[in-house]
């Protein structure tokens, strides 16, 4: 008997295995079926009902564009990646009220995967979303890791790939269907280096968070700011779990520096970085630049006091107060401060795209992506992008004083 | 001076951690990896109630008997049933990872991932101590700590449950024959280890801002802090968490920074290699 | 011609002094029996030959080769071969691997046991097996697991995987203890006729008529020392033992 | 009457192994086809293409945590050694197979160093020490910018070339892929059947009275750490050329669980076991995308779901589905 009632189970789990390929097969294949139907009547009626806005009628039917976003919803990306998420749905609720308000037929349907911040996780997503779920254009790797991760696979399959988010610039030459409305990094040091200079700044120390963006400012400064005569006393890089800086700070302060850059991508990290400055007690002169800190109005009033007199960049084409985008930021949450505006836009951008071309010729969207000139958005001014598929973005320098932001220059 | 007061700020938060480590791992015999995202829940909870009540007690109390809960659950739940068919350390290992999933996407769903700060002192300028700089919430770190490891020193020595757990510790079937009910004892374990890291975790979330994924870095510090000292004994691994705190500073203030974690690292692979018991840790058989 | 020479061996473990300087000579071809009581160090003894323990001083000689200071494997390989007192078998492996285990020692060559099963050149020395456990007395099948094996088999089994193993000296920590008669009696026509087969053989033994039917020569042991030694009868009433053995 | 004829051919599926590798084989060959006839998409190369290398990864940890009974963790970090060496030295210009070699080699020496460093210690201690040679090589890969390029990684790794014919597609991907696996699983089979594997069986279960039998236990141990490490390194340079983007974290602690469960689940000590683990998993998380969860949620509560899976199948099948032993 015994060995009959082992088989048995065994029997069963080989059974549950064969249910599961099942349902994973089945799975696919429906989605599958319904694609196929959608492009041939999506062409047509694009082909007449060239986005004139009623459209000759021919088809009353809507057509339903699909776009797939990837970013990270669970480990430690997530601090991104949830807002993100939430501020894409808001966009494309916006976005699909909007269209219905002008009577245009047409609809965005939005699948969400999770890349969990990790080159394979995003490849894997990357490739269900466009060969199961048949979409052609991803809106996303919110980590650079994870854009760098799906590239080679969009290029092979020519799916287009945008991310309003990722910033290292290996992006820039990963490919021609990559494009990305954050700024690359280069452009920012270039703003901040010159801004320093005019402060008469001789000896700087740099505190930078072992991040791909926080390294590519880090590495911009290390090798712009000694050919201008400034000599950098002491550089040193945080891993991002680390919660206790004091230690290098304290190296920092015995190089004595005129000035502090400190380069933190989260706003944790911000947080740990200006709190121990502070509590530092470094003399009152020293001057402290930070980086296009994500988030920076939620860190403004969150650690506030603690950044007396930071001098921080931030993306120059951010309206200015404008209560439509601070509704935005208000219903979704959103504390990534320019990345919400960013990804807010990057939804119209892509409506405006898809009214012309349709979601299944991405050569047609590249080029429109190409032709486009400082197209106007509802957060930020004006988007164009250069040949590689980067935006020229310069940045306006504020300084931070009694916990309100004040334009410099 | 400064260093060594960081150092000091630094091991006291990894003792508390090493702690729960160690006694779960006596008494268990498995590395309880969740033990890390024990101190993430217990500083959410402490960051939850205090945004509630304002009170600093209110939030500590609540995160006390919640995360012994927490502890008390993690045991009954999925740890005895396995001990109880005799799963191999292995086995128990990845049990604990499937935990640490759990806890840290559960507060993931619940918290979102926004920014948690508990504000409580507001800015300060650190204090003149003798040279070192020094703030308030570092202070009451260091001292709160302090009292935990004397209270659990004197409690694992001078009391009868105390011995009752080492010797469950020391020989699970044995303890068994001479009446001691390793079940209650080992769940006790968890309860401690728990309290434990809420401490750790309440003070953690009192100094810093809170982001989920710390638990898993608190873990491996506390961790290295237990083997190094000698996860047999318990004041051992907390001299062992004083040492990684100290190596790492001081090996920073020596070493580019960013090897910070793979010093702690390095100290520990020595460690295993060739002090297996730890400093101070009793033989158990380490070899063979 | 002595085989093993074993000269003042001292070892200790802490405070304990498990063997205090004692001596033996083994002679070729014989039943050599070591009696003593509990802790007297047999069984350390017996460790410190295999060198699963090393000694603090004293020194062994096999085949006129000094093996006080070499590795266990290369021990065995000399030729010394010893059963346990409660073996620990292979328990997921079947008594055909124990023996060809034993038997054989090319499996560790990686490559050649790897090209072997490969091009399935195994040669089947089933019947080598065979012989070696009818010598002993275990009709089981050659499949049958380690853990499927009760208290007396698993003695069979260990004492046939001693005489598999190319060997000129068996040690065999108490053969005997906890079986019944029947099979004690098997046993000690299998050792009689190992002797005559002209096998060198060390037994440790507890069961005194076991020891006065076989052994040739007889060492008694005390706290580490030898008491004394000589032929089996001169032994039996020797009042040293008897004061050793049952005055306490 | 109907029982005792389903009882006699399941009979005989389960009993003869042979049987199992045979279907195992068929499936496989049908799932290629269909992938290069276009009737399945390219996520089911994808998703084949991850399964091959993973099964490498994890027939290689089997002989070694399985068959020997060694608690070895840092598998997950040789498998980054491997990828790291493979990428670096092609992107230097030497050629594929020079690269592979050495990826393969060097994560072999690195296992043998550490089982060299770790050879008197007890498995809870063996787990210790390589649980921290992972994190070691995780904070080298990370903090040795000037090499590995630190957190940015290394991108734009070339795909394999060898005798001038790239591969370029994932479908021929693919098909290298699984070439490489079923050699992988010919030889791990053989070296488990034959007399050497049946000594590395005799290592976990007794090592002193292996000992006695005249067999040097530290060369064994040696031997199949080594074995380990190049077929660790074998499916680390197949991950860097086929997604050609390496990354730290892909090297840590989320697919040292993966590993770890994909063995505890398919049953130590048995290849069929951990061959079949590689594919219960994988299909297990792909499936879970299937799920329709609201997309707020969708993250956290997949993990969720892995997580209680991998805890209830510890719970009510701790010995695995073909598993035979249980490590002590």
């Known amino acids: ?409 | 001076m400064q260093l060594l007061f960081n150092s000091v700020v630094a091991g006291s938060i990894y003792a508390l951690v090493a702690i729960g480590f160690s006694l779960i791992f006596q008494t268990n015999r498995f590395m309880h990896f969740a033990h890390g995202s024990a101190v993430v829940f217990s500083a959410y909870i402490a960051f939850h109630f205090f945004s509630l009540s304002n009170s600093l007690l209110i939030a500590i109390i609540a995160t006390l008997i919640l995360s012994s809960i927490l502890g008390y659950l993690m045991h009954l739940l999925i740890y005895y049933p396995l001990q109880k068919k005799k799963s191999s350390s292995v086995i128990l290992l990845i049990a604990s990872f499937g935990i640490l999933f759990l806890i840290d996407n559960g507060l993931l769903l619940y918290f979102g991932s926004g920014i948690k700060n508990i504000n409580y002192f507001g800015p300060l300028r650190g204090m003149e101590f003798f040279g070192a700089l020094i703030t308030k919430p570092q202070l009451i770190i260091v001292l709160s700590s302090l009292l935990c490891l004397i209270f659990i020193y004197l409690l694992m020595t001078k009391t009868k449950l105390g011995r009752n757990l080492r010797a469950v510790a020391d020989n699970n079937d044995l303890a068994n024959i001479m009446g001691i009910e390793s079940k209650k004892y080992m769940a006790l374990s968890f309860i401690i280890g728990s309290v434990l890291a809420s401490v750790a975790g309440v003070l953690i979330a009192l100094e810093q801002t809170l982001s989920i994924n710390m638990g898993t870095t608190y873990m491996i510090k506390g961790f290295t802090g237990a083997i190094i000292g000698g996860v047999n004994s318990v004041p051992a691994s907390i001299l062992g968490s004083y040492i990684v705190g100290l190596a790492e500073n001081f090996g920073v203030w020596f070493l580019p920074s960013q090897f910070k974690e793979a010093i702690s690292f390095i100290l520990l692979f020595l460690f295993l290699l060739y002090k297996p018991n730890g400093l101070f840790g009793i033989d158990k058989s380490s070899r063979k | 011609m002595t085989l093993l020479k074993i000269h003042n061996l001292k070892k200790s473990f802490g405070g304990v002094k498990a063997l205090n300087g004692c001596n033996f000579n083994i002679e070729k071809n014989k039943i050599t029996a070591l009696i003593g009581p509990n802790g007297c160090g047999k069984s350390t003894l017996f460790n410190v030959i295999n060198k699963l323990e090393y000694q603090e001083s004293g020194t062994i000689t096999f085949l006129n080769y000094n093996i006080s200071k070499i590795r266990p494997y290369l021990v065995s390989e000399l030729g010394i071969s010893r059963t346990f007192q409660y073996p620990t078998l292979f328990e997921n492996l079947t008594i055909r691997d124990h023996i060809e285990m034993a038997m054989f020692n090319d499996d560790q060559k990686f490559f050649k046991s790897f090209f072997i099963k490969l091009f399935g050149l195994k040669k089947n020395n089933d019947k080598k097996i065979i012989e070696i456990l009818n010598l002993v007395g275990l009709e089981k099948p050659l499949n049958t697991l380690g853990s499927d094996l009760s208290y007396g088999q698993r003695k069979l089994l260990d004492l046939a995987i001693a005489i598999a193993h190319p060997h000129k000296l068996i040690m065999l920590d108490e053969p005997v203890a906890g079986i019944n008669p029947k099979l004690r009696q098997k046993i000690k026509e299998i050792l009689i006729k190992l002797k005559e087969m002209g096998e060198t053989i060390i037994v440790i033994e507890h069961d005194m008529n076991f020891i006065m039917d076989i052994a040739d020569h007889v060492y008694v042991m005390e706290s580490g020392q030898n008491l004394v030694e000589g032929k089996p009868k001169e032994i039996q009433n020797n009042k040293k033992v008897l004061e050793a053995y049952l005055g306490e | ?328």
């Open chain 1, 1 to 409: 008997m015994k060995k009959n009632n082992i088989f048995n189970k065994r029997l069963i789990l080989i059974m549950a295995f064969v249910l599961l390929a099942g349902l994973f097969i089945s799975g696919c294949s429906n989605n599958q079926a319904e694609l196929s139907e959608l492009s041939d009547a999506d062409r047509a009626s694009l082909v007449d009902g060239d986005n004139s806005d009623k459209g000759q009628g021919a088809l009353n039917r809507e057509i339903i564009f699909q776009i797939g976003a990837i970013q990270p919803l669970t480990g430690d990306g997530a601090a991104y990646g949830l807002p993100v998420q939430r501020v894409i749905d808001q966009a494309v609720l916006d976005l699909n009220a909007k269209w219905k308000e002008d009577g245009k037929k047409l609809q965005l349907k939005i699948y969400h995967e999770d890349g969990k911040c990790n080159g394979k996780e995003a490849r894997t997503a990357a490739e269900n979303l466009v060969n199961q779920k048949g979409v052609n254009i991803i809106y996303g790797g919110m980590c650079s890791g994870e854009t760098l991760g799906i590239a080679p696979f969009t290029e092979e399959n020519n799916v287009l790939l945008f991310s309003p988010l990722s910033s290292s610039p290996d992006i820039t030459n990963s490919g021609d269907y990559v494009f990305r409305n954050y700024p690359s990094d280069t452009a920012q040091v270039a703003t901040m280096i010159p801004f320093i200079v005019s402060k008469g700044v001789k000896t700087i120390a740099i505190l930078s968070e072992n991040t791909d963006y926080a390294q590519v400012l880090r590495a911009g400064y290390l090798k712009q700011l000694p050919e201008l005569g400034v000599k950098i006393v002491a550089d040193e890089i945080i891993l991002s779990s680390a919660k206790d800086v004091r230690t290098e700070i304290l190296k920092m302060k015995s190089a004595e520096p005129d000035a502090v850059i400190l380069l933190p991508q989260t706003i944790p990290m911000t947080g740990v970085f200006a709190k121990q400055l502070y509590e530092s007690n470094f003399d009152a002169d020293t001057l402290f630049f930070s980086n296009e800190i994500v988030g920076l109005d939620q860190a403004v009033n969150e650690f506030g006091d603690f950044m007396k007199g930071y001098f921080t960049p931030e993306v120059a084409f951010l309206k200015e107060n404008n209560e439509f985008s601070s509704k935005v930021i208000a219903d979704t949450e959103c504390d990534l401060g320019y990345y919400c505006a960013s990804t807010y836009d990057g939804i119209f951008l892509l409506g405006d795209v898809l009214e012309l071309c349709g979601d299944s010729d991405t050569d047609c969207l590249k080029k429109e992506f190409d032709a486009l000139e400082n197209w106007q958005g509802i957060m930020t001014t004006s988007t164009t992008f250069d040949e590689n598929g980067d935006v020229a973005g310069d940045f306006v320098i504020s300084q931070i004083i009694a916990g309100t932001k004040l334009r410099v220059n």
């Open chain 4, 1 to 328: 009457m109907g029982t005792i004829q389903k009882n006699n051919i399941i009979e005989t599926l389960k009993d003869s192994q042979k049987a199992f590798w045979l279907i195992l084989f068929v499936i496989d060959i049908i799932f290629i086809f269909l992938c290069l006839q276009g009737i399945l998409n390219e996520y089911f190369a994808h998703v084949l293409v991850v399964i091959n290398i993973y099964l490498i990864l994890s027939i290689s940890l089997n002989l070694v945590m399985g068959f020997t009974g060694l608690l070895n963790l840092s598998h997950i970090a040789l498998f980054g050694v491997g990828a790291y060496t493979s990428a670096l030295m092609i992107m230097n210009g030497y050629s594929y197979l020079l690269s592979l070699l050495l990826a393969m080699l060097l994560p072999g020496v690195f296992a043998v160093l550490l089982m060299f460093a770790t050879r008197k210690l007890k498995s809870d201690y063996l787990m210790l020490v390589t649980f921290g040679f992972s994190f070691l090589l995780y904070s080298i890969f990370i903090s040795w910018t000037s090499l590995t390029r630190g957190p940015l990684g290394l991108n734009n790794i070339p795909k394999i070339s060898f005798f001038d014919f790239t591969i370029y597609s994932t479908n021929q991907f693919l098909v290298f892929s699984t070439i490489m696996a079923i050699v992988s699983i010919i030889i791990i089979y053989n070296i488990t059947k034959s007399s050497f594997g049946r000594l590395l069986q005799a290592v976990r279960d007794d090592e002193i009275s292996l000992k006695l039998l005249g067999k040097n236990i530290e060369l064994i141990k040696f031997k199949a750490m080594f074995i380990s490490g190049l077929f660790a390194g074998l499916a680390g340079s197949l991950f860097a050329h086929y997604s050609q983007y390496i990354e730290p974290n892909s090297f840590w602690i989320v697919d040292l669980i993966f590993l770890l469960t994909v063995l505890i689940v398919g049953g130590l000590a048995s290849n069929r076991g951990a061959v079949f683990g590689v594919i219960i998993i994988m299909i297990l998380n792909e499936s879970l995308r299937l799920l329709p969860i609201p997309s707020e949620i969708l993250g956290p509560t997949r993990q969720i779901i892995y997580a209680l899976i991998l805890i209830l199948i510890l719970l009510y099948r701790p010995k695995g589905i073909f598993g035979r032993i249980d490590l002590k």
